[in-house]
């Protein structure tokens, strides 16, 4: 009975939801990306080198032997390095589209935390935090004429 009320107390604080739409949005994100990878991105490199294609290539270990009516009798072993390359270029180009996302949100969140620029409005924390430090830097000064 505890064990479900502790659940209930992470799913109701958000933790849970936050994560799902994370989630979720990683997902999305990495269709995106698959189709970025493989749609734009691959087709001009396959024409710079030539027409090759990367997914098929391979180091055959052993070939594969057929009998007369093409039945496999022993099936190929191979490495498939291409594949690998693939995949690890779809991880460079994740990795780079994600710092740069995350590298143009800091800097929205810099220039919407500066309180000088007022093309963007002042989220309230930093208001609040900004008028208390008024206050106090006012509350100061007039102590200091008291004295």
């Known amino acids: 009975m505890k064990l479900i009320q502790e659940f209930k107390e992470f799913a109701v ?31 001009p490199l396959s024409l710079l080198s030539n027409g090759i294609n990367l997914e098929s290539k ?29 995949t690890f270029l779809d991880f460079l180009i994740v990795g780079f589209t994600i710092f740069m996302v995350v590298k143009f949100i800091n800097r929205l969140n810099k220039k919407a935390e500066d309180p000088t620029d007022k093309s963007i409005s ?11 430090n008024s206050l106090l830097e006012e509350q100061n000064r007039i102590l200091k004429e008291n004295k």
């Open 58 to 86: 391979k180091i055959i270990l052993r070939e594969s032997q057929t009998n007369s009516e093409g039945v496999f009798l022993i099936e190929e072993v191979a490495i498939r390095y291409g594949q690998f390359v693939e």
């Open 122 to 132: 002042t989220p309230k924390n930093i208001q609040l935090l900004m008028d208390m």
């Open 13 to 43: 604080k958000g933790n849970m939801i936050d994560m799902a739409i994370g989630i979720i949005i990683g997902a999305s994100f990495n269709k995106v990306i698959d189709v970025l990878v493989k749609k734009v991105l691959l087709p």
